[in-house]
């Protein structure tokens, strides 16, 4: 199986690596078109800030490239972010994947969330086999709506999507390379698709 995380100016790549690696799954880094293309899934991840990200895979075409693949494709934190309409992040316009906007926390919340939260509402394939509702890791100050794509549900103040599914399309709030056995399984169900 040939997998691909897109390189771009946001990452939290070498996290993902390792916990790919520790579940036998090598991956190559790249940004470049046909490599993403051909490849049978891509992880689409991110640690940063909206606006310099969009405007980096504007730059580069990677926009159009992740909007029209066809194979599997996971967004983690700012790259699920990334794939909604649009962000309260500085004012982006997203990739449009999902049909749903990116708030920032507000009230006397900590901002941002950082640590482990309760993931309900699961739903398959990402989340096949586990059978209690997760406890993931979360480093985040927006998060997505819910909408009807949402396939599963954090609280944090507000009632927020922490995964999305269209199509091949999948995404999750919190970081499953950090999220001990139940991110390992949502990874290896990923996989599996």
Known sequence: MKLV???YNAGNIQS???????????????????????????????VGEASTA?????????????RNLQ??????????????RHSEENDTTCLGIFDTMVKKFSGT?????????TVENISEPLFAGITTDPYCYFVHSYYAELCKE???VTEYGVRFSSALQKNNFYGVQFHPEKSSDAGERILINF???
């Open 5 to 7: 995380i897109v390189k």
């Open 16 to 46: 993902v690596l390792y916990a790919l690696e520790r579940i036998g799954m090598e991956a190559t880094v790249t940004d470049d078109h046909s490599e993403i293309q051909k490849a049978d899934k891509v992880i689409f991840p991110g």
């Open 54 to 66: 969009m405007q980096y895979l504007q730059e580069r075409g990677l926009d159009k490239v992740l």
């Open 71 to 84: 194979q599997p494709v996971l967004g983690i934190c700012l790259g699920m972010q990334l794939m909604c």
């Open 109 to 117: 919340l900590k901002i941002p969330q950082v640590g482990w939260n």
């Open 150 to 152: 949402t396939a599963a």
């Open 191 to 193: 996989l599996q698709l």
